[in-house]
């Protein structure tokens, strides 16, 4: 009687990423562990999938992703992931976590036990993320260390105060260092940075990035050691850019992240899966590919037996058409099949939005002959461009039209107060629309062309308890998002609907081509080039300092 195994997959061309090549032949699964590729005489199988010639490869990994953006909460981001090939992620609850502090983070490690979806948490390393903003918590090294005891946790989320990691900030260090004393490593986030700079990063031990949206930057960063995950989300599309950098010789360095994309993106056009599309329609190896999807991303992620078909890794795998569609057959994690079920949705205890606002507060006041300070935003990038250019102004006020916009964030934890912007490149039109989003404290953010429609819109918010809310002429559209104000209690199909009808209201203010509300909320990130808006004011990042909107 031979060794009776639980699954043999027959008929299957299985990915060899050590070698990347195809081989046709058996593929044995025993559990959760892959235990042998190749025919046996001496085994049989509790089971037998046949695989009718497609690809077996290693499930994908998505190097760099925060579960927030997706607007859905871990199980059901776990959910809508599978069904697109994604069996592990490495995610940083910074959003929650600066929202709820510690408990934000308990909620996302409870959170995600009902999924099958892997998911290994970064440690949140700058809440908040600067000291420009104001936060609902501050999270400080000894805030962290505990949860490294916690098997899910796999190291300290991208580092992306480079001033405090350069001026040698005890705290910001500690993170770094408590990391590294528990096994794990630290990532990068390396917007803007010089190569002189990144050097410091590496000083330091961090070894990875997600920040490059050129080829040359992506070069920069393999040649100083970075890992480099080749980023295409919602907002942050760099991958079509990055892919020129991948040579011969450094492919070992390249994997995939999505980092922000909503579940409509991700339902539509894909996850990890899209920017596999998109790399094989760019004529890269489809082998190569397939393993920066996974091997490569658990490689950067520094973790072993996980990413390859190959005996003694966790059968986390896909069955896939030849091809450069990406057709998703069937999705194994952990040597189950994934069966697309729903699963309980876990609630936190929310915090109350704490700010009173009153509508004269939204009043500008401008001087008509001088140049303003503009936020120009960039297409399909969380970077901005500084502009200083005249602006219309009547009475001494800013008068907003389809050309610029007013922007307001108010803090929403403390009633610290409010920031008022002009923003160029959001074309809206008899409206306002407004989100309790605001990377990365999730302040609440809002900008229209009329300040009744604004304030209306921040008072909704206000009202539904946190979410996406679209105003035109008086007339409401909301998407509640009332874990947080990041995270929908509803299931996938739920908030894309929601969020679609959101997108579809829009509509009528603007003729924008790309998502509103993922772009707005990166105006308030000031680590991020090159002008941005917080509730304290204008920020310019390249003085790295608050700046008038006029100049005296």
């Not at 072993?304 to 990406?326: K, N, S």
């Not at 900008?447 to 035109?472: E, P, R, S, W, Y």
């Not at 929601?498 to 998502?515: P, V």
């Not at 941005?532 to 700046?547: A, M, N, P, V, Y």
Request: charged letters at 20%; glycine letters at 8%.
């Amino acid at each position: 009687m031979g060794t009776t195994i639980s699954w043999k997959i027959i008929n299957g061309q299985i990915l060899d990423v050590f070698n990347q090549e195809f081989i046709k032949t058996d593929l044995w699964i025993d559990g959760e562990t892959i235990v042998y590729c190749g025919k046996r005489d001496d085994w049989q199988a509790q089971q037998t999938y046949d695989a009718n010639g497609a690809y077996i490869v290693p499930g994908f990994i998505d190097g760099h992703v925060h579960i927030e953006s997706s607007l859905l909460t871990p199980s059901e981001f776990g959910r809508l992931s599978l069904q697109n090939g994604v069996t592990r992620i490495f995610a940083d609850p910074h959003e929650i976590a600066s929202v709820a502090g510690k408990k934000g983070i308990d909620y996302m490690l409870a959170a995600s036990q009902d999924t099958p979806l892997h998911i290994h948490y970064m440690l949140p390393s700058s809440v908040p993320a600067a000291p420009f903003e104001h936060a609902g918590a501050t999270l400080k090294a000894a805030d962290l260390k505990p949860f490294y005891d916690n098997p899910q946790v796999n190291g300290l989320a991208e580092v992306m105060d480079y001033p405090a990691v350069a001026n040698q900030d005890d705290d910001m260090l500690t993170k770094i260092k408590d990391a590294q004393a528990a096994g794990k490593h630290a990532d990068g986030h390396g917007a803007g940075l010089t190569p002189a700079q990144l050097a410091v990063y590496r000083k330091y031990g961090i070894d990875t990035d997600h920040e490059a949206s050129t080829a040359q930057a992506a070069l920069d960063r393999v040649r100083a050691g970075f890992n480099v995950f080749v980023r295409e989300g919602t907002v942050e599309r760099d991958e079509l850019a990055l892919l020129p950098a991948i040579t011969e010789k450094n492919e070992d360095r390249f994997s995939f992240a999505t980092d922000d994309k909503t579940a409509g993106d991700i339902y539509h056009e894909g996850s990890i899966n899209y920017n596999v599309k998109l790399a094989l329609q760019a004529g890269l190896d489809p082998a190569l590919v397939y393993k920066m999807a996974s091997y490569n991303a658990a490689q950067a992620q520094h973790i072993d037996q996980v990413g390859a078909i190959a005996p003694g890794y966790v059968a986390d795998l896909l069955i896939i058409e030849p091809g450069q569609e990406v057709t998703i057959k069937d999705v194994m994690v952990a040597g189950q099949w994934f069966e697309n079920q729903a699963q309980p949705i876990l609630s936190l205890v929310d915090r109350r939005f704490n700010f009173t606002l009153a509508l004269a507060d939204l009043a500008l006041p401008l001087q008509a002959q001088k140049s303003a300070n503009v936020i120009k935003i960039m297409p399909h990038h969380i970077t901005t461009k500084h502009l200083r250019v005249p602006v219309p102004v009547e009475d001494g006020y800013f008068v907003p039209n389809q050309n610029f916009t007013k922007v307001v964030v108010v803090e929403r934890y403390h009633n610290l107060g409010y920031g008022l912007g002009i923003i160029q490149g959001l074309a809206i039109h008899q409206g306002a629309i407004a989100s309790s989003i605001a990377h990365d404290s999730h302040n609440i953010i809002a900008a229209g062309d009329n300040d009744a429609d604004i304030f209306l819109a921040i008072q909704t918010l206000k009202d539904i308890g946190g979410g996406q809310v679209v105003v035109h002429q008086g007339q409401i559209t909301t998407l509640p998002l009332t874990i947080g104000g990041l995270m929908s209690d509803q299931p996938f199909e739920t908030v894309i609907k929601q969020h679609q009808e959101l997108l579809t209201a829009f509509s009528t203010l603007s003729d924008l081509a790309f998502d509103p509300f993922l772009t707005l909320s990166f105006m308030a990130l000031p680590v991020i080039p090159s002008l941005k808006i917080t509730d304290q004011g204008l920020f310019d990042f390249e003085q790295f300092k608050f700046i008038k909107i006029q100049e005296v």
